[in-house]
């Protein structure tokens, strides 16, 4: 088996929009990186695992990368496709060229040497479905969001969606519209706001403190809940057009109907979890949990949340979107420039 050993001042886990982020802002100061990618393409879950309808959500002004504003042509809200090539423009223009096809397996800082051993072998999130009894005797399709693609292959089918975050409410939505009798899972209180109050809260992040602007909009996000992101979807649930239900209890006697916290019990053709993906970072990063908690999420609260200690950083995890990510590369990238350059 070939193995190598390579030396650099930053190692970066992750080749996708947080990833390509801080590449370009450690490019910008001239600080040598190596970036570190699983799958064989920059953005995987865009590239491989969202659905053809996705457009980004906030207004393209707050969700370009740092130092490369998305082309004037393209319209508000960017899509899928034109958002894929974005991406590949950024790593083209900063000369961002990960090493595809590396799982990082380990990574531990070493005191002596005051550095980090980082191992990783040629072959994140797995995804994350519901431990639902019964779930395996299903007669009908299970499938994950990754796995959806439009909703035109569901017409005329009950389909229940599990999870009411903002891509199992697109979901939901799409689905709807290409003529699904839609059901969705909502099992507690969310956040629901419109494009327009999110938009205006990012910019406003730009001259008052976070506490202020997420008190203003009523964003309580410190549990880790994002705010929903009204696409239309609401629209449906009060016409009634999408059904909301509780939780999920079990499926009833290894067929179609499934059963509910509440007691009751329907029939679908179809349960879409779009549940979101099990962070792996804990299954590498050993015996330091000064930055992150159990579910990955950071320990501080954003703005603070993207330093730890010994040069360990996270970008992209306070649920602040690209625009976050976007600020939470370039406080690293200036943050090790600043620690080198002493």
């Known amino acids: 088996m070939n193995s190598r050993v390579e030396e650099t001042v930053v190692i970066i886990v992750g080749a996708g929009p947080s990833g390509l982020a801080t590449a370009a ?10 970036i570190l990618e699983r799958e064989d393409c920059i953005a995987s879950l865009f590239n491989k695992k969202s659905y053809h309808r996705l457009h980004l959500h906030l207004a393209k002004r707050l969700c370009h990368l740092p130092h490369f504003p998305f082309p004037e042509s393209l319209p508000t809200y960017v899509s899928r496709a034109d958002f894929l090539k974005y991406l590949d423009d950024y790593a083209s223009h900063f000369n961002i060229k990960p090493i595809f096809g590396n799982l990082v397996q380990f990574a531990k800082y070493n005191e002596d040497r005051k550095r980090w051993n980082v191992e990783a072998k040629r072959i994140g999130g797995k995804n994350a479905e519901e431990e639902v009894e019964g779930l395996s005797d299903f007669k009908g399709e299970v499938i994950h969001s990754t796995e959806y693609k439009s909703g035109d292959i569901y017409e005329k089918k009950k389909v229940l969606v599990v999870g009411a975050g903002n891509s199992g409410m697109e979901i939901a939505l799409d689905l709807a519209n290409h003529g699904a009798k839609t059901s969705i899972v909502v099992r507690s209180p969310i956040h629901i706001v419109s494009r327009w109050s999110v938009n205006l809260g990012l910019m406003l992040l730009k001259f008052i403190p976070s506490y202020l602007v997420d008190s203003l909009l009523v964003l309580l996000i410190r549990d880790g809940k ?83 200690e010994n040069g360990l950083y996270c970008v992209g995890l306070a649920r602040r979107g690209l625009y976050g990510a976007a600020m939470d590369a370039q406080n690293i990238a200036d943050h090790i420039f600043n620690l080198i350059s002493k």
């Open 25 to 34: 802002c450690l490019y910008q100061l001239s600080i040598p990186y190596r």
């Open 226 to 308: 994002y705010p929903i992101i009204n696409v239309g979807t609401f629209k449906n649930i009060k016409s009634r057009e999408i059904q909301v239900l509780p939780a999920l209890r079990s499926i009833k006697g290894g067929g179609n109907e499934v059963v509910f916290e509440n007691g009751k019990c329907h029939q679908f053709d179809v349960i879409l979890f779009a549940t979101g993906f099990k962070r792996s970072t804990h299954l590498w990063l050993q015996g330091y949990d000064c930055l992150l908690k159990k579910d990955g999420l950071p320990k501080l609260i954003f703005p603070n949340h993207w330093k730890g």
